[in-house]
């Protein structure tokens, strides 16, 4: 008896590296993913350095990575994975603001972005969107993109967070979760006085007076762009 060729009945599971600082978002990937019968997690990594080992040791088909690691700002990551593997399939799982931070992922070479808290479905849609060659963002991310490319009329002047560069969004960032200069420098693996170069470009871009200011509006806008992720 011949057995039956099914379109799928050889096709190996697209293998998946999860990186995520915190345990129980790797965990429930990982539940995710697994329930799936064309994919599988191959590994987990904590930490930016423990995502490039994997990397070249696993050879992942997609890599699930947060924006906010312990040694490495994820924006940063992203770049460096696709310097290492100019093929890597990077899809950003964040609970940063999309509408922020989407265009920038899909610059630095992220194939996709889908908000921490979204149901399974979204999940695994990203997933293969991504694994299928495709970009993945929301409906109003890709909007307001086409909107921007066809000069819609009426489009509002993109809002000033906008006008920072990653690194200086990367400090912003930083600020608003409590880190001094050093702090930043040491996790950015810049100067301090470039740091604080950075500090007084964010000033005159955010049109924000002083250090104080800036702290605050820095902690106010992270706080907003996690509510509305």
């Known amino acids: 008896m011949q057995k039956a060729h099914g379109p799928d009945a050889a096709k190996p599971k697209a293998r998946i590296l999860v990186v995520d600082d915190h345990p129980v978002t790797r965990g429930g ?4 993913i697994s329930g799936e019968p064309d994919l599988e997690v191959c590994g987990e990594a904590g ?3 423990e995502a490039m080992e994997l990397i070249g040791t696993l050879r992942p088909d997609l890599i699930i990575a ?22 890597a399939l990077i899809l950003v799982f964040s609970m940063l603001d999309e509408t922020v931070y989407a265009q920038r992922v899909l610059r630095a070479g992220a194939r996709g972005y889908v908000p921490k ?21 929301s409906d109003e991310v890709a909007d307001a993109v086409l909107r921007r490319t066809a000069n819609a009329p009426g489009l509002h002047a993109p809002p000033a967070i906008e006008t920072l560069s990653d690194r200086e969004l990367e400090v912003l960032t930083m600020l608003g979760q409590g880190m001094g200069p050093s702090q930043i ?11 604080e170069t950075h500090r007084s ?17 820095a902690i106010e806008w992270l706080r907003g762009s996690r509510a509305n992720a």
């Open 29 to 32: 990937l990982h539940l995710v």
């Open 47 to 49: 930490t930016g350095r």
């Open 66 to 87: 947060d924006l906010s690691l312990p040694d490495i700002e994820g924006i940063e990551l992203i770049k460096t994975m696709r310097t290492h593997d100019p093929h």
């Open 117 to 137: 808290g979204r149901p399974r479905t979204a999940i695994l849609r990203a997933v293969r969107r991504v694994l299928a060659g495709h970009i993945h963002v």
């Open 185 to 195: 420098a040491a996790k950015l693996h810049l100067s301090p006085r470039t740091v």
């Open 201 to 217: 470009q964010i000033k005159v871009k955010l049109n924000v007076p002083d250090a104080a200011g800036l702290r605050r509006y």
